[in-house]
Structures are given as C-alpha cells and as structure tokens.
C-alpha cells in the first residue's frame, strides 16, 4: 500500500508553512524603513522582551527578507514538483532548506539559528526522501509463475 496519505498531509504543511512565511518576508522587506521609523519613535511601545528582540529583528538588512521570502518560494515550488512525484521537487525543497539555516548565521551572526530549526530541516527531508523512494519504486507485484500445461 502506497503511503500517500503522510506525503500530501506533509506537502500541505510546507504549502501553508512555506507560502505564510513568504508573504510575511516580502511584507517586512517592503515595510522595513517604517517599522525602524516607528520603533525608533516609539521605543516603549512594546514590552521589555519584545523590544529586544523587534530591535535585533529591525537590525537585518532588507536583503535578508527578500531572500528568505525567495527561499520559502523555492520551498512551494519544491512541494508542487514533489506532488507530482519528480524528484527535482525534493532538491529544490531542500536546497531552500538548507539555505533557510544558512541565511540568518550569514547576514545576522551564528546566534540566529536554534537547534529546533535544524531538527525540523532534517526530519521534513528525511520524510520527504524516504516518502517520495516509497512512492517512487513502489514494489511491483510478481507475476504469477508460468506453468507449462503441454503435457500431451
């Protein structure tokens, strides 16, 4: 029995995931000057904790938001290549993937990754590989063995 239950299950989470998480990056990117500006005109506007961390989120450059937004696009389109069950769908999944962990250490120091991130990476493309080998050599039944009834 095919395991296309857990395959499409997976593929609509990263659809969600991936595509909310493209929209959110586009939208910081494009609205980043104006959060800086408020936040810089405001600066108790937030608790203590959120402060802190809405400052080192405003510290990012721009770049680093347009390329998450076009690694989680890449990550969609991966998913849509995987439900039709081509494996450059897999790569490109995690190809962005691995960039994802690789972004944040490049443009805002090693601090900005968490262990969660990682395990999350690994066990999407770990199922993902052992999902689409499954879907992709399914076991073909054997033929039934051949009797010769010649026996005349």
């Known amino acids: 029995m095919k395991n296309t239950t857990l395959f499409h299950i ?3 989470i990263t659809f969600v995931w991936a595509g909310m ?4 990056y ?3 990117a494009l609205m980043l000057p104006e959060m800086k500006q408020i936040m810089s005109e405001n600066p108790n506007m937030l608790p203590e904790q959120f402060s802190i961390m809405m400052e080192r989120m405003l510290e990012a450059p721009r770049e680093f938001y347009l390329g998450s937004a ?3 696009l890449l990550e969609v389109l991966g998913a849509i290549l995987m439900w039709r069950l081509r494996w450059s769908g897999f790569h490109c999944y995690t190809l ?5 962990l690789l972004l944040p250490i ?3 120091g090693r601090g900005f990754i968490g262990l969660g991130d990682i395990m999350m990476a690994l066990l999407f ?3 993902y590989f052992v999902l689409m ?3 992709d050599n399914p076991a073909q039944p054997q033929p039934p063995a051949r009797t010769d009834d010649n026996n005349e």
């Not at 998480?21 to 959110?24: E, N, T, V």
């Not at 962005?96 to 994802?100: G, Q």
Request: charged fraction near 5%; aromatic fraction near 12%; charge should be positive.
């Open 10 to 12: 997976l593929l609509v």
């Open 21 to 24: 998480s493209a929209l959110s």
């Open 26 to 28: 586009f939208s910081v």
């Open 70 to 72: 076009l690694l989680y």
């Open 96 to 100: 962005a993937r691995l960039l994802l």
């Open 106 to 108: 490049l443009f805002l």
């Open 125 to 127: 493309v770990g199922l």
């Open 133 to 135: 080998r499954q879907l």
